[in-house]
């Protein structure tokens, strides 16, 4: 390595690619001091990529004012109604069962992913201020990555709990125990953060060109490799791999598991005995089809489509906010013991 005048050290030489596709190829020499990169063009000059720029969603003033009121609207209901699940499911007797405490589960999961991106958001909507810094916007990527991905684990472990209770209730006792229910939970969150763990760390090693402009409002990994002079290869690899597993894994587990609750339901006798397993069931599918639904759209459609933004606001923004309404709206358990909470805080403070 080379030491200059000014102190920094030689790395490598570059290719520079335009936004819009490949243009020809410009050598920049990569400098790199106090953990900064410095492109220096031939010209001589330098630039440092220490931030991004989220472009989001509208660049008009008056849009941008009733997108802050209406996602601030949003992200209230989300804390509200993703804490009151947590609280209800903690202090209500009834809510024992392995399913409830699944649930919690997945409160605090939507709580948290909703919180990563819907913030900066606002303030970037209040303040005009679009940019992120490096370490920010990997930050994003990665608690992104680890909340979707122990979501998206958590929802067959619900599906397989709607299965025993369901087709084998008088063994739901002994088949969900609490040694494998906290196994299914944590095993559900490893697999989440270690998937977020390797990508983030590849991302690490990510040199990054002069533009820095992200034609979203919030960091993704797949939003960081148009913007890459290095070869991303292996980091598409190594992004494809674990989401096509996570994607036919899960919706297979799903499936089976639906498969054999229709078959019992079917089979009920009694009009009143199916309408409560469905109603037990159609929440939780319902909050699949959404979740699914929307990852789905946002990993095939090009990252430069323009409607791209629009399915990852369901994504993430509304999807976390309708789930505690779902679960409240559908389910008569956990809307009873909303209400019955309700009243006796009501009372408490009467």
């Known amino acids: 390595m080379e030491t200059g005048e000014s102190g920094m050290y030689r790395e490598k030489i570059g290719m520079f690619k335009a936004q819009a596709g490949w243009r020809g190829f410009r050598p920049i020499t990569v400098l790199v001091s106090q953990n900064k990169r410095f492109f220096k063009w031939p010209g001589g000059d330098h630039s ?25 609207g949003i992200y209230l209901q989300t804390l509200m109604g993703n804490l009151l699940m947590l609280l209800v499911i903690r202090v209500d007797s009834h809510l024992l069962r392995p399913m409830y405490s699944f649930l919690s589960h997945l409160s605090f999961v939507d709580l948290c992913f909703s919180s990563v ?20 916007c990997l930050a994003q990527v990665f608690f992104l990555f680890g909340t979707g991905g122990t979501e998206a684990c958590l929802l ?6 709607h299965y025993v209770d369901i087709c084998h209730p008088l063994l739901y006792g002994q088949m969900m125990s609490n ?54 290869s292996t980091h598409v690899s190594v992004l494809l791999c674990p989401s096509l597993l996570y994607a036919l894994g899960t919706c297979v587990l799903i499936f089976f598991s639906y498969t054999l609750i229709v078959s019992t339901i079917l089979s009920i006798s009694s009009s009143t005995g199916r309408n409560k397993a469905f109603s037990t069931c159609s929440s939780h599918l319902t909050t699949v089809l959404l979740f699914y639904g929307s990852g789905f ?11 791209l933004d629009l399915i990852f606001v369901q994504y993430s923004v509304i999807t976390p906010s309708v789930n505690p309404l779902i679960y409240s709206l559908k389910n008569n358990v956990v809307k009873a013991a909303v209400r019955r909470n309700l009243r006796k805080y009501i009372q408490y403070f009467r």
């Open 117 to 136: 991106t819907v913030p900066k958001l606002l303030e970037n909507l209040l303040f005009q201020k679009k940019t992120i810094s490096m370490e920010g």
């Open 297 to 307: 759209f946002r990993y095939v459609m090009p990252n430069s489509d323009s409607r």
């Open 48 to 72: 440092t990529i220490t931030e991004f720029v989220l472009l989001g969603l509208s660049a008009d003033l008056k849009i941008q004012a009733l997108l802050f009121v209406l996602f601030l």
């Open 156 to 161: 067959p472990v619900m599906a397989y709990d």
């Open 179 to 232: 040694q494998l229910c906290k196994g299914l939970v944590w095993g559900s969150w490893s697999i989440g953060f270690v998937d977020a763990l390797i990508n983030i760390l590849l991302a690490l090693n990510l040199d990054f060109c002069a533009d820095r402009s992200i034609p979203h409002y919030s960091c993704e990994l797949p939003s960081l490799f148009p913007l890459s002079c290095s070869d991303v």
